[in-house]
């Protein structure tokens, strides 16, 4: 069982800056692919960005040249720094390490979610 813990959220006005982090209590990079996801409220939960145990990365369209995914193996940490944010970017962010063993065999684990609000 893996322990992600997020942190970062907050209160930041359009078009400012977040990095939000997430601490794994395994060193498990090498193996997980890593996301972030978000769930506004009343909306479903969406995946955000993530990176494969390979290093490649993948975003939403919605947030395409705004945010970018990385990790740190060192610290057992990825990261989501988030720029010009916008209203819209507002929701809970979840961080998930998912693991693809076979077909019918798959491990995710979850943080609890940090809130990110975007207002003036």
């Known amino acids: 069982q893996v322990q992600l813990v997020e942190s970062g959220g907050g209160l930041v006005q359009p078009g400012g800056s977040l990095r939000l982090s997430c601490a794994s209590s395994r060193n498990i990079f090498s193996i997980y692919a890593m996301g972030w996801y978000r769930q506004a409220p009343g909306k479903q939960r969406e995946l955000v960005a993530v990176?494969?145990?390979?290093?490649?990365?993948n975003y939403a369209d919605s947030v395409k040249g705004r945010f970018t995914i990385s990790r740190d193996n060192a610290k057992n940490t990825v990261y989501l720094h988030m720029n010009s944010l916008k209203p819209e970017d507002t929701a809970v962010y979840y961080c998930n390490a998912r693991r693809v063993v076979t077909t019918s065999l798959e491990y995710n684990s979850w943080g609890q979610g940090t809130q990110v609000t975007v207002s003036s």
């Open positions: 990176i494969a145990s390979g290093g490649s990365t």
